[in-house]
């Protein structure tokens, strides 16, 4: 990630089930780059079927909803559009691409808030992409009160190489919007059978 966040893409459903939970989404990224005053730019993947006058009126509901919001950093909404069905791995392919081809910094994507026996199962658009993505992405659920001010972030680690790298990205991130960064490792407990306590104390004994 860029020291700067320039560009941020967001991952906007055709039809969202919820219409409050994607303006909830957007005031969650609003306040988020209130700071960093970043481009952002809505990316929808339209499948289109045999009814092309029907997909076509459904692109024109999104584009139409996506302008109703006031967030001034909101650039139009951009659809790529392709003949449907597609599968979860296609769609994840298409938004890559564009992210890549067009240089974003950060891709937002909203959770669904599972909860219980549901969010056992991989295989939403958003857990797929996570774990495909090589870009810096940022998840929000949609369902959580938006905070003012977002100035603390919690850094998970296991001191892996990859954790290491993620931290310089933080680092950066936190810097641009001034947040104070907690880092957060558990310490794997060890447990030594007792036998095998007695065995070493017989080999030093020993020697």
């Not at 994507?109 to 870009?135: C, D, N, P």
Request: aromatic share 6%; hydrophobic share 35%; charged share 25%.
């Amino acid at each position: 990630m860029s020291s700067k966040i320039k560009k941020i893409v967001w991952a906007v459903e055709p039809r969202p089930s919820d219409q409050d939970i994607e303006q909830n989404t957007l005031k969650q990224i609003t306040q988020f780059n209130r700071k960093l005053s970043a481009q952002i730019q809505p990316v929808s993947i339209a499948e289109i079927g045999a009814d092309r006058d029907l997909g076509k009126k459904y692109i024109e509901e999104l584009k139409t909803r996506i302008q109703s919001y006031t967030d001034p950093k909101l650039e139009p909404v951009y659809v790529i559009e392709k003949e449907g069905p597609l599968s979860v791995t296609e769609n994840i392919d298409l938004l890559l691409q564009y992210c890549q081809q067009n240089q974003a910094d950060l891709i937002v994507l909203q959770t669904h808030a599972k909860k219980g026996v549901e969010r056992l199962f991989l295989g939403s658009f958003t857990e797929s992409f996570i774990l495909e993505s090589k870009l810096p992405s940022l998840t929000i659920n949609p369902t959580t009160p938006v905070k003012t001010p977002q100035d603390k972030i919690l850094f998970l680690t296991d001191f892996s190489k990859k954790s290491i790298q993620g931290f310089h990205d933080v680092l950066a991130l936190a810097k641009a919007n001034e947040s104070a960064v907690t880092v957060f490792h558990r310490v794997q407990s060890v447990h030594i059978p007792f036998s095998e306590i007695n065995n070493v104390g017989s080999d030093s004994m020993a020697k």
